[in-house]
């Protein structure tokens, strides 16, 4: 494993980015080794539910208000997953659909972002030291990227909040189990 851990720390020391990705996306330093630790997947805040909707399984539905997602599994069931959602003034409401998944992300910051936190980098290279985490499925409504995405963290204990901007963020080891779970054009409700 440390050559693969040098590998990513050399990737993001070529894109001029280490100090900034590591202070952001895991906030810590090895004591002596020079080297960052790898960030933790966190726990499973999964559980099966009880959940009456009128949406098909394979549909996700996303009550901001409970910061809940439901992966609806049966009539009448769901798999809930504790999530953070956009804090004041970021969040928003609506029907999308997953346009596309990506394991171990790059995370390029929108123009407005950067200019809300200019010392934010142009681009993060994908690795366990990205913001975005394990995996992302990115959100489209007609056909267009929404800029917003469903994705994990290397902060699981920054998951339950009203957090973000505008996206929707699970413990790592919550955004790869719905990974394998959800598929390209899924349905997405958020309420």
């Known amino acids: 494993m440390p050559s693969a851990r040098l590998r990513i720390v050399g990737r993001l020391a070529a894109a001029g980015l280490i100090g900034i990705a590591l202070a952001s996306a895991c906030g810590l330093a090895q004591a002596g080794s020079g080297l960052p630790p790898l960030p933790a997947m966190g726990p499973s805040l999964r559980k099966a539910v009880a959940f009456e909707t009128g949406e ?13 997602l439901y992966l609806v599994t049966a009539a009448g069931h769901a798999l809930r997953y504790q999530i953070s959602v956009g804090r004041d003034g970021f969040g928003w409401t609506g029907t999308v659909k997953i346009a596309s998944k990506t394991e ?12 809300r936190r200019p010392e934010l980098p142009a681009m993060v290279p ?13 959100l489209s409504r007609d056909g267009r990227d929404t800029l917003y995405r469903i994705h994990g963290t290397n902060d699981p204990k920054g998951v339950g909040f009203d957090g973000t901007s505008g996206c929707f963020r699970l413990t790592n080891t919550d955004v790869i189990d719905l990974f394998k779970r959800v598929a390209v054009g899924a349905k997405v409700v958020v309420e």
């Open 56 to 68: 098909q399984p394979g549909t996700i539905v996303i009550r901001k208000n409970e910061k809940a």
């Open 104 to 115: 171990w992300p790059e995370w390029r910051p929108p123009r407005e972002m950067r200019a």
């Open 126 to 138: 994908a690795g366990p030291y990205n913001p975005l985490g394990a995996r992302a499925l990115y």
